[in-house]
């Protein structure tokens, strides 16, 4: 089956630094990635649509200065936390499409960051 | 805007009952409905995807219904076991292409 991997699995950083994470699909093409983010016993928020060669598109409340999403190619997006501070410490999970696949996304493991 | 309500909040059921998880959403027209697992600190794990056109999947001691209509899906657990224990999170997704919407998610525990 389809599979997504991301890495780092888990991160730690000082408050200030950026930290980039990847999430790949590893045996298809994937035009479309959803970045998400879940904080401890809440569901998971979507932050952005990432579409292989043009601009993320960002969710209401989300800062794109602050997360920057990449998708440069149809295997990869990367995800940086820029100048990260405690309160992004968080689980983030990324979704792939597969693009002969509408109807299917596949998840990543996810990556826990924490900010001290 | 979807909004994506799971009941009950968290369940504690002894080992071989069968069970049943609600999911409901406020806006019928959904492309696909979808149920996941996550055990704690980790990623999710799709149990079963159902499509609009359709009204349930089974997969094992797993089945899952939806009424588009209502704006609901149950999913049904038979003969459950500690291993089973885990969040389920429900999902839908609005079109072909779109996030999904995810529910805040069902707390299972299974006791011996």
């Known amino acids: 089956g389809a599979v997504v991997s991301q890495h780092p699995s888990w991160v730690i950083c000082k408050s200030g630094t950026s930290v980039k994470i990847e999430c790949r699909s590893l045996?298809?093409?994937?035009?479309?990635m959803f970045w998400y983010r879940q904080f401890p016993k809440q569901s998971l928020m979507l932050m952005a649509t990432s579409n292989e060669g043009s601009k993320a598109t960002y969710e209401q409340g989300v800062e794109k200065d602050k997360f920057l999403i990449n998708h440069a190619s149809l295997t990869l997006s990367t995800l940086t936390v820029t100048s990260a501070h405690p309160e992004d410490s968080s689980f983030y999970i990324c979704s792939a499409r597969e693009r002969q696949k509408s109807y299917e996304q596949y998840f990543g493991p996810g990556t826990r960051l924490t900010v001290t | 805007k979807q909004e994506v309500t799971q009941i009950p909040a968290a369940l504690s059921v002894p080992e071989g009952e069968n069970l049943v998880l609600n999911c409901s959403f406020t806006?019928?027209?959904?492309?696909?409905l979808q149920w996941f697992r996550q055990d704690p600190g980790k990623g999710l794990t799709s149990l079963l995807l159902i499509q609009s056109s359709q009204r349930e999947q089974t997969s094992g001691r797993l089945n899952a219904s939806l009424d588009k209509s209502s704006g609901r899906s149950t999913l049904y657990i038979a003969a459950s076991q500690p291993g089973d224990s885990a969040t389920y999170l429900c999902?839908?997704?609005?079109?072909?292409?779109?996030?999904?919407?995810f529910g805040k998610g069902t707390s299972l525990l299974v006791t011996p």
């Open positions: 045996d298809f093409q994937a035009t479309t």
């Open positions: 806006d019928s027209a959904i492309y696909n």
């Open positions: 999902a839908v997704e609005a079109d072909s292409g779109y996030a999904l919407n």
